[in-house]
């Protein structure tokens, strides 16, 4: 079938193919304004025989301006790998995927995904949370993370790169410099003379960086573990959306980019607790993995975890309040992980 490019081909006749039952009516709604978005994302309402569904349809960006950063990092080809080939693996919650269809050479993607708004509530990341609160989000991470722990068979998911590996290190520098100034022209009340030193030189250091974060054991990371992307159930477990980030790296690596984006921390000594808590949580499922290494590896992952609120900068308007929101709330939560784990100056 053709993939549809934009929501109006998502008609009545092509979503009676993909699903293989007869659609007679179909409304769409937009989803996913924000930070991070580089396609269309639209709630489906389908009318048919037996009444009325919903479904979540993921669209790649309509033009190639738009969809560049997307195929560039192959974000379209990582989400349908992760739902075509790791997700009957995976051992946490996540949509489940009705149709999918992704074309390497033009990058046209779809993908029909449950709609999990009825089984959870989605968070919000501008108002954050406490470490209590984030509980099952930390256990829901450790335990995907313990799935895949040293798993050698990710290496042969072409999809599936390492954080180090190219275009990944050049791509986020190249965005990082563009977008460097308009973090600092946004938000100057947070940029002080420590961290304009450190956004200064940060680009420089990414390739070094990403190798430290690859030094086995890796695991399958969800690359984007933040509260927007998680939906709490009424038994408090977590359903993950958006695997278009995945990648292979070290686990303390997504903990470190949860807490210091999503969290809202108010004592220091409460990094470490987290980090506590994700150590026993993958220690219930077998994991023992040494401290100390893991503790590095989590304050360089609070370094990695600067780079997303600035990037995020390089595509802001003032007509978007929530972008901006979210935007400063996670500079902020960074800088502040940053001088609280001291990861200003970790060696590299």
Same mark, same amino acid.
């Given at each position: 079938m053709t993939i549809p490019r934009t929501v109006d081909d998502l008609t009545p006749e092509w979503c009676s193919a993909a699903l293989?039952?007869?659609?007679?009516?179909?409304?769409?709604?937009? /989803?996913? &304004?924000?930070?991070?978005? &580089?396609?269309?994302?639209?709630? /489906? =309402? /389908?009318?048919?025989?037996?009444?009325?569904? !919903?479904?979540? @349809?993921?669209?790649?960006? *309509?033009?190639?301006?738009?969809?560049?950063v997307a195929t560039v990092l192959n974000m379209y080809g990582r989400e349908v790998g992760f739902y075509s080939e790791l997700s009957p693996r995976t051992n946490i919650e996540h949509p489940a995927c009705h149709y999918t269809e992704h074309d390497a050479e033009t990058q046209d993607t779809v993908l029909l995904l449950e709609d999990v708004s009825a089984?959870?509530?989605?968070?919000d990341q501008v108002a954050g949370c406490s470490v209590s609160d984030a509980r099952s989000a930390i256990r829901c991470l450790a335990k995907l993370h313990a799935c895949f722990w040293d798993d050698s068979s990710l290496d042969d998911a072409p999809f599936l790169r390492r954080l180090c590996d190219d275009p990944y290190p050049g791509a986020v520098a190249f965005a990082y410099d563009t977008a460097w100034p308009r973090m600092q022209e946004f938000f100057p009340e947070l940029i002080t003379d420590d961290v304009r030193a450190f956004g200064d030189g940060y680009s420089a250091r990414i390739p070094a960086l990403f190798e430290r974060l690859c030094e086995p054991p890796l695991v399958l990371s969800h690359g984007d573990w933040r509260l927007d992307n998680l939906f709490v159930t009424p038994d408090d477990d977590v359903i993950a959306v958006d695997w278009q980030l995945i990648d292979r790296s070290v686990g303390p690596r997504d903990l470190a980019y949860f807490v210091t984006g999503s969290i809202d921390v108010t004592d220091p000594v409460e990094y470490e607790h987290a980090f506590a808590t994700y150590l026993g949580d993958l220690a219930e499922h077998g &994991?023992? *993995?040494? =401290?100390?290494? @893991?503790? =590095?590896?989590?304050?360089?992952?609070?370094?990695?975890?600067?780079?997303? *609120?600035?990037?995020?900068?390089?595509? /802001? !308007?003032?007509?978007?309040?929530?972008?901006?929101?979210? !935007?400063?709330?996670m500079f902020a939560r960074s800088v502040r992980a940053l001088e609280s784990l001291d990861a200003f100056d970790l060696a590299l």
């Open positions: 293989g039952r007869p659609v007679t009516a179909v409304a769409s709604s937009p /989803l996913g &304004v924000g930070v991070g978005l &580089v396609g269309q994302l639209h709630k /489906l =309402e /389908l009318q048919g025989p037996d009444g009325t569904t !919903t479904v979540v @349809a993921k669209l790649a960006a *309509p033009t190639d301006e738009g969809r560049f089984r959870g509530r989605m968070l &994991v023992h *993995p040494d =401290e100390e290494w @893991a503790f =590095e590896m989590y304050r360089y992952g609070t370094m990695l975890g600067f780079v997303y *609120p600035v990037i995020a900068a390089g595509a /802001l !308007t003032v007509e978007d309040p929530r972008h901006m929101d979210l !935007t400063r709330a």
